[in-house]
């Protein structure tokens, strides 16, 4: 695992889960298409900002990377746009439902 050896920031945490694309195609890389903007999976949306820098070991440097910067496997790195949440699927809608419900016991009746 990559890990920066100035931040010790571990790279896992700075990768874009269920990331799907939320504005127009602007280019491709290696036959995947790169999008002007992608929303992941909790309705925040990313603005393409360039390739992911690497080191001369060819891992990515992630020092490099700035404040609010995420990677998109395999190589592009995006970067959240802190003013702009998409609106809530229904799906994660649900997940929030899911979670309130494990928070809400029902409550016991009283013995008698």
Known sequence: MSVGPLTGRPLI???LN???PSGL???KLGGDTIYEFVTDCFGKRYRYVGLAPRRWSGEIDVDALQAGEF???PNLVYRLERNHVVEQSGRIAGLWASVASFFVRPS???SR
């Open 13 to 15: 945490y700075l990768i």
């Open 18 to 20: 269920e990331a799907v």
């Open 71 to 73: 990677i998109l496997p």
């Open 25 to 27: 195609a602007i280019g």
């Open 108 to 110: 016991k009746s009283p």
